[in-house]
């Protein structure tokens, strides 16, 4: 029994080095589908997350691919595709429903904008993003006031997440409806290199500090270079 002991003791301290060393991994391994289920009830489209490495202690957060899915009745291609996303989180702010970043880095992001003639679901994938989150707070408010009348004691914060700068490099944007002339059917913007700063969620109309600096070109056939700035 004691030899038992012995050796299950010295495992644990042989382990515990490996498990420091590769512990981004092994979080993210469990982080990802919890992440992913969250954010699918939250935006109301499937979230499929691609290599997330975690660090609890020093807050490092990557990820090979993060991509929004489309959903029904739009196309099977993806909506939102991010590339090597990379950043740090704060990780005390945490425990108060509070995400702080001072800047996150996305080595590619791709863009598909899909409008459809429909009565019964959203005219574009973006708006059907908006209503899914919308339907997401009428749920929860829901919730809320269930528990609230059962007297059931609950943590109703909403969390807060700012966002100091967000930086991307070699994005596309692709637009394409169905609705119009064929001349404003399809709009292509690529090579894009841009910068977004000052982001908070939630946030309010009327408190619009966001900053926008985006670089890239115009055009399919013939792409025409433009740079957009402010806010």
Not at 197 to 213: D, K, L, M, R
């Amino acid at each position: 029994m004691k030899r038992f002991f012995l050796g299950l003791f010295c495992l644990l301290v042989l382990s515990l080095p490996m498990a420091l060393l590769f512990r981004a991994s092994i979080v993210g391994a469990w982080l990802e589908p919890e992440i992913e289920t969250l954010l699918t009830r939250y935006f109301g489209m499937p979230i499929v997350i691609d290599g997330l490495r975690a660090d609890p202690l020093t807050g490092q957060v990557s990820c090979a691919r993060f991509q929004f899915q489309n959903p029904n009745p739009f196309s099977g291609r993806v909506h939102i595709d991010i590339h090597q996303l990379k950043t740090r989180v704060k990780v005390s702010p945490l425990w108060e429903k509070k995400v702080l970043i001072d800047q996150v880095e996305k080595g590619k992001l791709d863009y598909l904008m899909e409008r459809k003639r429909s009565e019964a679901h959203p005219s574009s994938n973006a708006s059907a993003m908006v209503q899914g989150i919308r339907k997401f707070r009428r749920e929860r408010r829901k919730r809320i006031e269930q528990k609230t009348a059962a007297g059931i004691s609950h943590d109703d914060r909403n969390w807060f997440v700012q966002i100091k700068e967000i930086r991307f490099f070699d994005g596309s944007f692709l637009y394409e409806s169905e609705m119009g002339s064929e001349l404003e059917s399809r709009y292509v913007f690529k090579n894009l290199d841009g910068r977004l700063t000052h982001f908070i969620w939630p946030t309010h109309p009327s408190v619009f500090n966001q900053q926008v600096a985006l670089f890239g070109t115009f055009g399919e056939l013939h792409p025409t270079p433009f740079w957009i700035e402010g806010k």
